[in-house]
């Protein structure tokens, strides 16, 4: 049997990104997610492939009803905190705050609705905010997916597993089988000495899609992988904002063919959502 894969969506509005917090007032925050989103979930129903959104609570606290349609048609819903906040900057406390925050958000969406999964904005759990997976367990979490094992000049764990582990509380790059938290980190190929992230959403944007494919399944014959994508980057009406050039280059490129090639990945391998893939 093929092995399955995991798919996630990471549900946030085009203004979320750390990038763009010192270029958008304000004002200019205007809600796109319902829009971006809809092609996305019909492409999935189509496919008959169910995903793990993980969740702004800002957008469960604005689109209920969007929160509703998922949960009811099979998408597993995890946390991806309250308002978006870069761990890095965050105290225990905050971080607490965000959690119940988003949990009153969720509670008034879909009653009763079990998350068990996290997602750290930008990616920001590393050696610096370890402490955040004793957090997760304390409050109930049965799993994060936010590890990225190679460290990039904005965010990464040098040396952490590659395949699914439980990860020391005191260091996301160390495994402890006794009292580690389970992480399915983001996805990377090893390639002799190198590893390319190979996770999605940027990378399945700026990579021909001949290459990118070539890495997962390199992956794929060794263990499950964990693919996400943001609304923002599958929607050809994603506002742009005047960024320097790397930065644009990272958010906006070939936004317009993100969806074709996702479809071409649903064909190729075969994905459920995170907590299935775990066996939660
Ligand atoms: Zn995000």
Known sequence: MKVIHALSVDLEEWYHSDLLIPHVRAGER???????????????????????????????????????????TGHEIACHTMTHPNLWRLTPEKFRDELEQYREA???????????????????LDRRTHWVLGELRDAGFRYDSSVVPVRTPWYGVRGAPLGVYRASLEDPGRTDDEAGFLEF??????????????????????????????LLRRVARQRPFVIYVHPWETYPGTPTCPLPFVERLGLYTNIRHTLA????????????????????
Do not use: K, N, W
């Open 106 to 124: 969720m509670e008034r969406a879909v009653s009763g609705q079990e998350v068990l999964g996290f997602r750290a904005p930008m990616f920001s």
């Open 30 to 72: 205007v809600s796109q997610v319902r829009e971006a989103v809809r092609p996305l979930i019909d492409l999935l129903h189509r496919a008959g492939v169910r995903a793990t959104f993980f969740t702004v609570g800002e957008v469960a606290r604005d689109h209920p009803d969007l929160i509703q349609e998922l949960a009811t």
């Open 261 to 280: 090639r996702l479809e071409r990945l649903l064909s190729e391998f075969r994905f459920a959502p995170v907590r299935e893939v775990l066996d939660l």
């Open 185 to 214: 980190p983001l996805t990377a190929c090893s390639l002799g000495r190198l590893r390319i992230p190979a996770a999605g959403g940027v990378y399945l944007r700026l990579l021909p899609y001949p290459v990118f494919r070539m």
